[in-house]
């Protein structure tokens, strides 16, 4: 069921996303034939130049802002009472971000790319704590930690290249069990 939800997750994310990206070229561009623009590029007659760009609905209530924060580019969805609910912008180091939030405007799932290109998946509680992430690593192996309500790291499970585990924390962070398996190789479980 989770691994289910998590699918849909990722995939309204994709189409989110496409759904915008191809949004954005068409309005930018007016035909998706156009060669997507040099950075360094003149203004011409077919081009939008602007600081920031609002889409806003009959009320004139802004729905959509394309904007610059701290330089870098970030794209963000409003809702009908003018909440932040989705996100999407560059990080200091050029690393793309996609923020879901909440309808009070708090970000609970993030999206991300590092500035080496490794992915995470984070998801924070009502209280806007982070308590789930799923993360790869330098090597391109898979790790899932879960954060108590204090922020501790409770349980950690991990793929490397040939060996597979989980280890418990108890509420200092402190591991208590760990079960790790080498390929081919019996499960050993380690109590501290």
Do not use: N
């Amino acid at each position: 069921m989770q691994a289910a939800i998590k699918r849909l997750t990722v995939g309204i994310l994709c189409g989110i996303c496409g759904f915008a990206g191809a949004f954005c070229f068409s309005a930018v561009s007016g035909s998706a034939e156009a060669q997507a623009p040099s950075a360094q590029a003149p203004p011409s007659s077919r081009a939008l130049v602007a600081g920031e760009l609002r889409l806003t609905d009959e009320t004139g209530r802004t729905r959509l802002l394309m904007t610059l924060v701290r330089g870098k580019p970030r794209m963000f969805m409003l809702d009908d009472s003018g909440e932040y609910r989705l996100e999407m912008g560059l990080g200091q180091e050029g690393e793309p971000h996609v923020w879901l939030r909440d309808k009070d405007g708090a970000s609970k799932v993030q999206l991300a790319l590092s500035a080496r290109g490794l992915p995470s998946l984070t998801l924070a509680d009502q209280r806007d704590r982070e308590r789930a992430v799923l993360a790869l690593s330098r090597e391109g192996e898979p790790t899932f930690l879960m954060r108590d309500d204090k922020g501790a790291d409770r349980v950690a499970v991990w793929r490397d290249k040939d060996t597979g585990g989980m280890a418990l924390a108890d509420t200092k962070g402190q591991t208590v069990l760990m079960i790790s398996a080498k390929d081919g190789q019996r499960a050993e479980v380690q109590v501290f």
